[in-house]
Structure formats: structure tokens, C-alpha cells
């Protein structure tokens, strides 16, 4: 969001974020972006999560969540990282996206998620509320987004 100024300000400074009806309303009608985040131990392992509220309760998946109005990507990927894994990102590098029909299809609404590996970062991942449990994995889990498996899978982010 850029300032009277006409500098970057933070999106902390602003207090505007959708109401729950609102951002069912908007999302039921145009796609959401979001980023999806890529944490990897020094043997290549991914921390993933387990989500323990819907959508999706109980399926394993990658930490991400939706960009807000006027945020930068990269702030995106920091706040996610924070709020989720209690990690700072220092350096993260776009990997692609993913398309979430599983959404669509059970009527929730249509993400679009930027992929970022996060290359360099302080702190231990650590689950948030959101999630009942996490762990590092270089197999596909049992019980995995639909949608996020085949991205892991088809760039060798994880095996079968």
C-alpha cells in the first residue's frame, strides 16, 4: 500500500481487514491469491502442518495463507511465516503455483497459491492454533491436501 508519501507502508497500519461475510461474498465470486510456504531441513525434509480447522481439518499441508490488498509478496511470506511457524524469514525464492480445485469443487472458493521456498530463515518452525501438529517429511503423508501433493510430488519436493 503505498503512503501519502508515496513510500511503501506496512499493511500493520491499517486496520480495514474483511469481515467473515465479506470475504465470503468477494471470494465466492473472484479467485484468492495466496502464498504457500516451503520450509526445508539441512537433509531436505519439509515441515508441513496438520490443519486443525477447516477448511481442510486434518489433512497435512504446506503453511500459507492470503495476500492482502495492497501487500507484498514477500511481506506476505513473512507474515504467513510468522503467524504459523513462529520462523523470520530472511530470503525466499518463488518456486511456481498451485491451483486448488478441490476448493471449488466443495464449494468453499478458488485459490491460487505462489509457491515460496524459503532459503533462509531464524527461529524453529512451531505450530499456531490452526494446526494440531507438524513435522519434517520427505514422503508424502498420509491424509495430504489434494492439491498440494501433486505440486510436491511433480517438483520432487517430496516422494511417493
Known amino acids: 500500500m503505498v503512503s501519502r508519501t508515496g513510500t511503501m507502508s506496512s499493511m500493520e497500519d491499517h486496520h480495514w481487514l474483511l469481515k467473515e461475510e465479506e470475504y465470503k461474498y468477494i471470494y465466492s465470486k473472484v479467485p484468492r491469491l495466496t502464498v504457500e510456504i516451503i520450509v526445508r531441513d539441512e537433509n531436505g525434509a519439509l515441515y508441513l502442518t496438520e490443519r486443525s480447522v477447516q477448511p481442510c ?20 511470506v513473512r507474515r504467513v511465516a510468522t ?40 527461529g524453529n518452525p512451531a505450530v499456531n ?19 498440494q501433493d501433486t505440486f510436491l510430488l511433480e517438483k520432487g519436493y517430496l516422494v511417493a
Open 57 to 76: 481439518k486434518g489433512q497435512w499441508h504446506l503453511p500459507g495463507g492470503t495476500v492482502l490488498f495492497g501487500e507484498a509478496l514477500l511481506s506476505a
Open 83 to 122: 503467524r504459523e511457524l513462529s520462523i523470520d524469514v530472511r530470503k525466499a525464492t518463488n518456486r511456481g503455483y498451485i491451483e486448488y480445485p478441490s476448493h471449488y469443487l466443495h464449494g468453499l472458493d478458488s485459490p491460487i497459491g505462489l509457491v515460496f521456498d524459503v532459503t533462509d530463515y531464524s
Open 129 to 147: 492454533a490452526e494446526a494440531s501438529d507438524g513435522g519434517w517429511f520427505s514422503k508424502l503423508p498420509h491424509d495430504m491436501h489434494a492439491d
